[in-house]
């Protein structure tokens, strides 16, 4: 099994940047998916998480209204639309794949670099 977040790179402050999520080995589209971000130096925290039908979305305080989680499970692909993008935002992003929302992380992907300079 082998998640991939793809789409980081180096921004400007107020920009914007989409992350997406792809899986082998599981089909995607069966499992509800997070995103989570680690900063240098910090603990790695939940940014966002998307049910499997993507009727339902969550969002860590720090980015509501600034970040939008979708999928299209057509094409088993999610992704992580962050606008406005501050310096804080700058992390390394995973996605990770669970059963449901409420449940512990099944897999979790490898993170892609997102740096956000003022």
């Known amino acids: 099994v082998q998640l991939q977040a793809s789409g980081g790179g180096s921004v400007q402050a107020g920009e914007s940047l989409r992350l997406s999520c792809a899986a082998s080995g599981i089909s995607l589209d069966t499992y509800a998916i997070g995103w989570f971000r680690q900063a240098p130096g910090k603990e790695r925290e939940g940014v966002s998480c998307i049910n499997i039908a993507g009727s339902k979305t969550l969002y860590e305080d720090s980015v509501k209204g600034r970040f939008t989680v979708s999928r299209d499970n057509a094409k088993k692909t999610v992704d992580l639309q962050m606008n406005t993008l501050k310096p804080e935002d700058t992390a390394v992003y995973y996605c990770?794949?669970?059963?449901?929302?409420?449940?512990?992380?099944?897999?979790w992907g490898q993170g892609t670099l997102v740096t956000v300079s003022s």
């Open positions: 990770a794949a669970r059963r449901s929302m409420s449940r512990n992380v099944n897999y």
